[in-house]
T-cell receptor
Framework: DGGITQSPKYLFRKEGQNVTLSCEQN?????MYWYRQDPGQGLRLIYY???????QKGDIAEGYSVSREKKESFPLTVTSAQKNPTAFYLC??????????????FGEGSRLTVL | EDQVTQSPEALRLQEGESSSLNCSYT??????LFWYRQDPGKGPEFLFT???AGEEKEKERLKATLTKKESFLHITAPKPEDSATYLC???????????FGTGTQLKVEL
């Protein structure tokens, strides 16, 4: 079955530590995205990538970093510079064509808690 | 600034009691309006895309409609399994960016 796999599902981090969230897709989609979801707020875009070896900042990129070395993979690192990292993180992909740009396929999410 | 507002925040229905969820948007140059369903602790699942005013899409008990200012998600004769949070998002042409609303949490009771 095609889909998006995020890991880990739950992650606990001590303050000052960097953590990396994994996102793998086998849908052969060009575009991949990272969103953050907090209670009472809409999904907010952290980073997105339309093609391998290229990515752009979203609305809340500060304190995060990404890489896109392979089409299938788009890992997100939450660095110690992120002031409030406790949140539900969602990875998504899309075909990338303009007409389908909003038809996102999401992973199951990773819940990060800072202790 | 692009804005998407959903109402109500929460809605409780009895099984079979039809209702509508609202998604109003203030964006420059709407290129698409999208509806998603999200179950607790899961990622959103894509439901519908609407591109122009007057367009309608249907799937089982759900029907999405679009006007120039808002979209509605009509739920006909809902069942408990329709309980979820429903998100809408507006895409504007200025880049690969969707603006999401905060969602309507729907609970359908027996």
């Amino acid at each position: 079955d095609g889909g998006i796999t995020q890991s880990p599902k739950y992650l606990f981090r001590k303050e000052g530590q960097n953590v990396t969230l994994s996102c793998e897709q086998n849908l052969n989609h060009d575009a991949m995205y990272w969103y953050r979801q907090d209670p009472g707020q809409g999904l907010r875009l952290i980073y997105y990538s339309q093609i391998v070896n290229d990515f752009q900042k979203g609305d809340i990129a500060e304190g995060y970093s990404v890489s896109r070395e392979k089409k299938e993979s788009f890992p997100l690192t939450v660095t110690s510079a992120q002031k409030n990292p406790t949140a539900f993180y969602l990875c998504a992909s899309s075909i990338g064509a303009r007409g389908k740009i909003g038809e996102l396929f999401f992973g199951e999410g990773s819940r990060l808690t800072v202790l | 600034e692009d804005q998407v507002t959903q109402s109500p925040e929460a809605l409780r229905l009895q099984e079979g009691e039809s209702s509508s969820l609202n998604c109003s948007y203030t964006v420059s140059g709407l290129r698409g309006l999208f509806w998603y369903r999200q179950d607790p602790g899961k990622g959103p699942e894509f439901l519908f895309t609407l591109y122009s005013a007057g367009e309608e899409k249907e799937k089982e008990r759900l029907k999405a409609t679009l006007t120039k200012k808002e979209s509605f998600l009509h739920i006909t004769a809902p069942k408990p399994e329709d309980s979820a949070t429903y998100l809408c998002a507006a895409f504007t042409g200025g880049g690969n960016k969707l603006t999401f609303g905060t969602g309507t949490q729907l609970k359908v009771e027996l």
